[in-house]
């Protein structure tokens, strides 16, 4: 019998190295003949790997809550008492949240970063062109993703490696290294306060100014949710779409045809940047807890209990999407799950959008075609997929 990635006793090890690197078998594996399994590692959880499932789940926040701080990932990144606003809150008040920061996300903001995006690609580009490569995962999809970030909620760009830093820490190190993890966790926490107390002495015209003259029902924003939506935008706006850029340019490198076609036609490019999103799947298993004792698709769930949405596997889903495996860059329709689903579809779609679509102008203007030049290595987490490296030689 073959053996696939992260399968052992018929239980899913998600951060098992074997499936981070190929997770794709086991999930196909997976919606064939198990779509709802269950496995006792990480303290235990219930997994959706079938695209109508996941929706479906997503859709019913009565049954499947969200509204548990610090159960996202599996196991948790960041032990907190707080939540992460308005991700971590059900209906009615996720509504009333949601509402009050959506401007934040305005189609205005982001097209008024649109400038300064390219100029930041442009000169974190010049200097590996000039070597003749590099590594694009650090030295130019993550600087791109925290830079852009960081002028999007107006964060001094001095403190960006710091931040980073702790980010970094606080998630992969929860799978095998909880000390550090927690240490980094605690860190990032005082980091953000110290941001809020500073807004507090001196108005600015950034997102931490924006929520402490917030107002819902006539109350200003407690300290934790102004922390937490602060701590989310951090966490969930760079990590991810750097791993969807790195992603993209390492299918460029390994199908320089492709390159070629967005170079010729760069109208195709923002189908291309779903059809990118829709294969790497940077979230790829967002948690929910089953808010009572249930059951789904004839499995019974107790109250409490941890239930995976398997956005990365639903995005592979062959009922769903003809080819699955297959890159097609005017794929339509296209109606992936990398921004998730449901009322917690995510809030800066616009904007990762959009740097993915400049990064790939600037590199396509460049002329230069990419070829891969060393091992290129994943993240350690399976339910936030991601690359460590991506060594590139331009010619």
Aim: aromatic share 8%.
């Amino acid at each position: 019998m073959t053996t696939l990635p992260g399968l052992s006793d018929d239980e899913l090890d998600h951060h098992d190295p074997a499936f981070v690197a190929d997770p794709w078998p086991t999930y196909q594996h997976l919606r064939r003949d198990r779509p709802v399994s269950h496995s006792s590692r990480y303290g235990g959880f219930w997994l959706l790997t079938r695209y109508d499932d996941v929706v479906a789940a997503a859709a019913d926040w009565s049954r499947f809550t969200s509204a548990i701080p610090g159960t996202l990932l599996i196991p948790s990144g960041m032990q907190r008492s707080f939540p992460f606003l308005p991700l971590e809150y059900d209906p009615p008040d996720h509504t009333v949240y949601r509402q009050l920061v959506a401007p934040v996300f305005s189609p205005r903001r982001v097209n008024a970063l649109t400038g300064e995006i390219r100029s930041l690609a442009e000169r974190l580009l010049d200097p590996l062109l000039a070597a003749g490569g590099g590594d694009l995962a650090t030295a130019f999809a993550a600087p791109l993703t925290s830079g852009a970030l960081a002028l999007f909620i107006g964060l001094p760009d001095e403190d960006k490696s710091l931040w980073v830093d702790l980010v970094r820490r606080s998630f992969e190190g929860s799978v095998r290294d909880h000390e550090d993890a927690a240490r980094a966790g605690a860190e990032f926490r005082d980091y953000i306060d110290g941001l809020i107390a500073a807004r507090r002495e001196n108005r600015s015209d950034d997102l931490i100014s924006l929520l402490l003259d917030s107002e819902v029902e006539g109350r200003t924003l407690t300290e934790d949710q102004i922390r937490g939506f602060t701590m989310l935008v951090l966490v969930a706006g760079h990590e991810t779409t750097a791993a969807a850029l790195s992603y993209a340019l390492w299918h460029l490198a390994r199908h320089p045809a492709d390159l070629d076609r967005l170079r010729e036609d760069r109208a195709v490019i923002p189908s291309a940047v779903e059809e990118f999103l829709r294969l790497s799947s940077p979230v790829s298993i967002f948690a929910r807890n089953a808010a009572s004792d249930t059951e789904f698709q004839g499995c019974p769930m107790s109250a409490g209990e941890v239930v995976g949405l398997s956005f990365s596997s639903a995005n592979r889903d062959e009922t769903h999407f003809d080819a699955p495996e297959t890159c097609r860059l005017d794929r339509r329709p296209n109606r992936h799950l990398a921004f998730g689903s449901g009322i917690h579809f995510c809030l800066g779609a616009q904007m990762a959008r959009r740097e993915l679509s400049v990064a790939l102008e600037v590199v396509v203007d460049s002329g230069t075609s990419l070829t891969l030049d060393g091992e290129v290595c994943r993240k350690g987490r399976g339910d936030a997929l991601a690359l460590a490296t991506l060594p590139i030689r331009f010619r």
